[in-house]
């Protein structure tokens, strides 16, 4: 099914950048090198599609574009609607004998913003349709692009500008919408959880998403030290410590069956190696209301969520 | 050229879209159905079902994705068609702007039906009326051949390089799309040699390069960027100036397919009725047409300077056209089959009003709302409508410049 | 809104964009500059590839990374990434 391409930090170094410099993101925005290392993940003639958010509003400022691909924009809810015409289009003319590629590939880039509400419609339909591109969700957990607001995919006890901590309430008293889960439910051939710090596994997983014969959905958690009010030269490291606190485990499910990724692997084997997610909510700001004396029960239960998901993902990869 | 060889077919206004879609070498269709639009996404689908057709059939989930669809696929190439009505139309303002501002050639069918709430499935054109700001090419049709007609029609005006605005055909719910008319069909070859393959304009690039105005790997380019308050503004007016050389395009396509199929509809932007020398005259949109021309023949008859303009093409407005028909009429009455509620009267009223405001003479324009939510026009009430309008031109006075007729006081 | 603007009649339609971002330079945005120790660098490449801006290049022919100040905002990720502490936010006294 994979090609199994194998490669090195220098041939990645050295595959020009198709996300280009001078594009207006914020200095230290994990989203912004996603995009990057995904863009070197791709294998030949290829489509992007971007929602309206972050990164769309970001690189495409006219009359400058940062991106070096054929790209569209259209709506925020749709961009699984975007891909859809393009795939069918490419599909038709390839064989009607009027475009000379192979192969093109199709990409979709989201947000949380994108993709947990607004956008979720169209990627369901994308999905259940078969649709051959790869969706990519960068996951920054709030509609950061509008100023902070709370989206599905925010975290519980986080503090947004619609759902912040204030003196009675403790920030977001939702959980964050296993989105993932959600895409394998669809019997998405090719499912994924991918963190930057982590950028081996996330080039690995965005290519075989691109090599998915039929739908693929990759979810990258995306720290926005705006939004989540972190140091701006953390965002790399905040993307590492969400998987060590295995509050954002790596994982892939291909067909439908979980497998364990390597970085979320050591502490599967050695559970003391589980870092306590107090260590990642204490460089947050938006989480920094939890250490209050009155809130910091909220501490507890993000704690024992994690643990129970965790546990969870553990019996669907076969461990534990 | 010779007018061809055609093929009689018994068909519903949905079926003669369908066939002519059929016909149009349509690449991509996404769509999602809805009353009074169903049989054509359902004709459609049997042809692919039967391999008639070399079509992607994308049934999406949504009219907002239809559409998307759409636009996306134009603007990776391909010819692409999408059909809808009433709240799918609506769920697809959004995007009707998006595409017009993407300038992609677009062709859709709206089976115009009223809009909720109450829900009604039935004909009106508050539908695509309402619609009428977001830079598509509106033409509305009398009847199934027309659309027929139409659609093709569409696809070439669509794409003319220069132009690139997307087009839709407005045809009435039930009236038309459900009724059975006998359409006279061109053949397949012809209507291929008619529309041709895509061409493409050309742009400039980010990367200073002249390349094809679409999403090709070899040649990329970026649509639909962010534009702050220093572009926008330029960027409607390009798509206004669109607008402004539309009715030559229209018009073009009208007259070449004319000449293959021997069939004109006035001009192609408006058809005169009995206007030359009328007094009074009715000014109508799409099917009711062809029961006010009835009327005409019957007033004409009895010696009564009766006539009627049709407005074929209401977007874009064809003022020269529309003044020029009714430089000699003494008092007009507009028909709406839709209602801008608090406006005083609808779309067309307010747009021929405005119209003829700059015109040397100032006839009396009235309004007569009428068969909302698909309430039947009997031919009494166009009667009473050219008895109003004897009686303006007799007292000199209009009574009430907004009326209701057919509705129950 | 200057003079030197296009007008509609010259902008390519639709808005198809016609400058690289490459022409918007970023790098005055930032306050602290990275400065690379040559000698503790092991030319891991992490800088590389975490930057937001890809500010940082590998050159082959040289066989060595480059710092592309005109798109660095300082962020500091490279430094606080760096396995080996080779990098160093400084102030950036120029602006």
């Known amino acids: 099914m994979f090609s199994e391409w194998k490669f090195t930090a220098k041939d990645i170094a050295e595959k020009p950048d198709l996300f280009m410099p001078g594009h207006r993101a914020c200095a230290g925005c994990a989203p912004a090198t996603v995009m990057r290392l995904i863009t070197k993940a791709l294998r030949g ?18 009359p400058y574009t940062s991106w070096k691909l054929p790209w569209i924009h259209t709506a925020f809810e749709n961009v699984a609607a975007n891909a859809s015409g393009i795939e069918a289009a490419l599909k038709i003319l390839k064989k009607k004998g009027r475009i000379p590629y192979e192969h093109v590939d199709v990409i979709a880039f989201a947000g949380d913003g994108g993709t947990y509400d607004i956008g979720i419609q169209a990627l369901s339909g994308a999905v259940e349709r078969g649709h051959d591109f790869l969706y990519v969700l960068y996951d920054n957990e709030a509609y950061m692009n509008t100023g902070i607001q709370r989206s599905g995919g925010t975290p519980f006890g986080a503090s947004t500008t619609t759902s912040p901590a204030g003196t009675v309430m403790p920030g977001k008293l939702e959980y964050k919408k296993p989105i993932a889960d959600i895409m394998v439910a669809h019997d998405t051939p090719y499912a994924a959880t991918a963190s930057p710090y982590y950028w081996r596994d996330l080039i690995t997983k965005a290519r075989k998403g691109v090599e998915v014969n039929g739908p693929a959905f990759l979810h990258v958690l995306a720290p926005c030290p ?22 954002f485990p790596l994982w892939e499910a291909i067909k439908g069956e979980y497998v364990l990724s390597s970085p979320s692997k050591p502490i599967a084997l050695k559970p003391e190696r589980k870092k306590p997610v107090r260590e990642y909510l204490k460089v947050q700001g938006r989480f920094q209301h939890l250490f209050e004396p009155k809130f910091e029960h909220i501490i507890d239960e993000i704690q024992q969520i994690t643990d129970k998901r965790w546990q969870l993902l553990l019996k669907k990869c076969g461990i534990a | 050229m010779k007018i061809a060889k055609q093929k009689t077919l018994a068909l519903n206004g949905d079926e003669a879209v369908a066939y002519a879609v059929k016909q149009s070498d349509v690449d991509v269709v996404a769509a999602y159905p809805i009353t009074p639009q169903t049989i054509i996404v359902e004709r459609f689908s049997e042809y692919v079902a039967n391999g008639e057709v070399d079509t992607e059939f994308v049934c999406v989930e949504s009219e907002h994705s239809a559409l998307t669809a759409c636009l996306t696929a134009a603007a990776t190439g391909a010819r692409a068609f999408t059909a809808s009505a009433s709240a799918g139309l609506a769920l697809m303002h959004e995007i009707l702007y998006v595409t017009s501002g993407c300038r992609a050639p677009v062709v859709m069918a709206v089976v115009n039906r009223a809009l909720s709430a109450p829900i009604n499935i039935h004909c009106d ?28 029609q569409a696809f070439k005006i669509a794409e003319n390089p220069e132009l690139l605005l997307p087009v839709m055909v407005g045809l009435d719910g039930f009236t038309l799309s459900h009724t059975l008319e006998n359409v006279q069909t061109l053949p397949d070859d012809l209507v291929k040699k008619f529309l041709g393959t895509r061409q493409f304009p050309l742009v400039t690039n980010h990367e200073a390069k002249t390349v094809p105005f679409k999403l090709d790997p070899g040649n990329p380019v970026t649509m639909g960027p962010l534009d702050l308050y220093d572009y926008y503004f330029e960027h409607k007016r390009q798509q206004e100036e669109a607008m402004r050389i539309a009715p030559k395009i229209i018009q073009q396509a009208h007259e070449e397919y004319a000449k293959i199929s021997g069939r004109h509809y006035g001009d192609g932007l408006i058809e005169p009725y009995h206007l030359e020398d009328a007094e009074m005259a009715i000014v109508c949109v799409g099917s009711t047409s062809g029961t006010v021309k009835t009327i005409v023949n019957e007033l004409r008859s ?51 009003r405005h119209v003829l405001y700059d015109a040397s003479t100032h006839p009396y324009v009235v309004n007569y709302v009428y068969g909302l939510g698909g309430r039947e026009t009997h031919p009494n009430l166009i009667h009473k409508i050219y008895r109003d309008l004897q009686r303006i031109l007799k007292t000199q006075r209009i009574e009430e410049p907004v009326q209701f007729i057919g509705l129950r006081k | 809104m200057t003079n030197q603007e296009k007008g ?6 639709a808005g198809v964009c016609w400058k690289s971002s490459t022409q918007y330079l970023t790098g005055d945005w930032k306050t602290y500059k990275p400065i690379r120790d040559l000698e503790k660098c092991t030319r891991c490449l992490l800088c590389v590839l975490f930057c937001p ?14 710092f592309d100040y005109n798109f ?21 006294e120029e602006t």
């Not at chain 2, 695509?128 to 977001?134: A, I, L, P």
């Not at chain 3, 509609?8 to 339609?13: A, L, R, T, V, Y």
């Open chain 3, 8 to 13: 509609w009649k010259e902008i390519p339609p």
């Open chain 2, 125 to 152: 054109h508050s539908d695509s009326m309402v619609e009428r700001d977001c830079g598509w090419i509106h033409i509305y049709v009398e009847n199934s051949q027309e659309a027929y007609d139409s659609i093709i």
């Open chain 2, 302 to 352: 009895k010696g009564m300077k009766a006539g009627l303009l049709r407005l074929r093409t209401f977007r874009p407005l064809p003022v020269k056209e529309i003044t020029k028909a009714l430089e000699n009429v003494k008092a007009v009455s507009v028909m709406d089959r839709s209602l801008s509620f608090g406006g005083h009267g609808g779309a067309v009223f307010h747009e021929i």
């Open chain 3, 72 to 92: 660095c905002k300082g962020c500091g990720i490279c430094a606080n990434e760096c396995p080996v502490d080779a990098i160093e936010m400084k102030l950036d």
């Open chain 1, 226 to 247: 705006r939004g989540w009010r972190s140091d701006i030269s953390k965002s790399i490291e905040l993307s590492r410590l969400a998987v060590e606190t295995c509050i």
């Open chain 1, 45 to 62: 003639p290829t489509i992007a599609t971007l929602a309206t958010g972050c990164m769309e509003v970001v690189s495409t400022i006219y």
């Open chain 3, 53 to 66: 801006d890809g500010a940082i290049h590998w050159k082959p022919e040289k066989e060595d990374i480059e």
